[in-house]
Nanobody, 116 residues
Framework: QVQLVESGGGLVQPGGSLRLSCATSGFTFSLYRMSWYRQAPGKERELVAS????????THPDSVKGRFTISRDNAKNTVYLQMNSLKPEDTAVYYC?????????WGQGTQVTVSS
């Protein structure tokens, strides 16, 4: 049974930090490109960060570049998202995604709220 379980979300003040984790099971994690997406109310889901299966190459859109960092631990089947200098516009549900060939797996999401 494939599972992706996000954790680490919550309420944080502007300028603060959070570290999201996505623990996975049920598939060969090291074969999968892993990504984080987010979806704010009334908006489309957008890519936040992506990492290759070996962990050496990452992608971050300009909106989060320099503030967010994705990483993975293939020994623990877990992917992380370190978020620094958070802004109110980062408020969204954050989803973990794993993709390989025709397989496309999603977690249930974790809420991140940035507010004073």
């Amino acid at each position: 049974q494939v599972q992706l379980v996000e954790s680490g979300g919550g309420l944080v003040q502007p300028g603060g930090s959070l570290r999201l984790s996505c623990a996975t099971s049920g598939f060969t994690f090291s074969l999968y490109r892993m990504s984080w997406y987010r979806q704010a109310p009334g908006k489309e889901r957008e890519l936040v960060a992506s990492v290759t299966r070996d962990g050496y190459r990452t992608t971050h859109p300009d909106s989060v570049k320099g503030r967010f960092t994705i990483s993975r631990d293939n020994a623990k089947n877990t992917v992380y998202l370190q978020m620094n200098s958070l802004k109110p516009e980062d408020t969204a549900v954050y989803y973990c995604n794993g993709r390989f060939a025709a397989n496309d797996y999603w977690g249930q999401g974790t809420q991140v709220t940035v507010s004073s």
